[in-house]
């Protein structure tokens, strides 16, 4: 009993901590938060979504406990400048995925109640228009 029942523990657990959350339709993979200096009051958090659903869906929200509010924003280059805008929603074509990542799409964290060190991990929750909600664990590093 024992031997069979140690391995299925194991796989449990190693699916648990695996950096990959989904729900009926929605799935995020690889979650994390760049690293920032201590005083930093605004920090970018980056994953990939996918909609795996046969309808177009949009994130709508994004929120932590840990931190005073959180944006949706997209990065680009104006006549050499880097810009941040803000997005209402970011939309996610059916079989779709949008990659967030450094110089594009983030999620901006604003106001950390505590330090934010590397290696530390935030629970976000990601809220999209078919409503659908993820809780997903984003680690602090200092580069993919
Ligand atoms: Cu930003």
Same mark, same amino acid.
């Given at each position: 009993? /024992?031997?069979?029942?140690?391995?299925?523990?194991?796989?449990?657990?190693? =699916?648990? $901590?695996?950096p990959f959350v989904h729900a009926a339709n929605i799935s995020v993979t690889n979650p994390w938060i760049l690293e920032a200096p201590p005083t930093a009051k605004a920090?970018?958090?980056?994953?990939? $979504? /996918?909609n795996t659903g046969k309808q177009q869906?949009?994130?709508?929200?994004?929120?932590?406990?840990? =931190? #005073?509010?959180?944006?949706?924003? !997209?990065?680009s280059m104006h006549q050499g400048m880097a810009h941040m805008m803000a997005l209402k929603?970011?939309?996610i074509k059916p079989g #779709?995925?949008?990659?967030?990542?450094?110089?594009?799409?983030? $999620?901006?964290?604003?106001?950390?109640h505590?330090?934010?060190?590397? #290696?530390? !991990? =935030?629970?976000?929750?990601?809220r999209f228009d078919n409503g659908e909600s993820l809780q997903i664990p984003a680690e602090v590093r200092r580069h993919r």
């Open positions: 009993m /024992r031997k069979i029942l140690l391995p299925l523990f194991f796989a449990l657990s190693f =699916f648990c $901590i695996s920090f970018a958090a980056y994953m990939i $979504i /996918r869906t949009s994130l709508l929200e994004a929120t932590s406990p840990d =931190f #005073g509010s959180a944006e949706i924003h !997209q990065s929603s970011l939309p #779709g995925k949008v990659i967030l990542e450094p110089g594009s799409f983030h $999620i901006m964290l604003l106001n950390p505590k330090p934010v060190s590397l #290696g530390d !991990q =935030f629970m976000l929750q990601l």
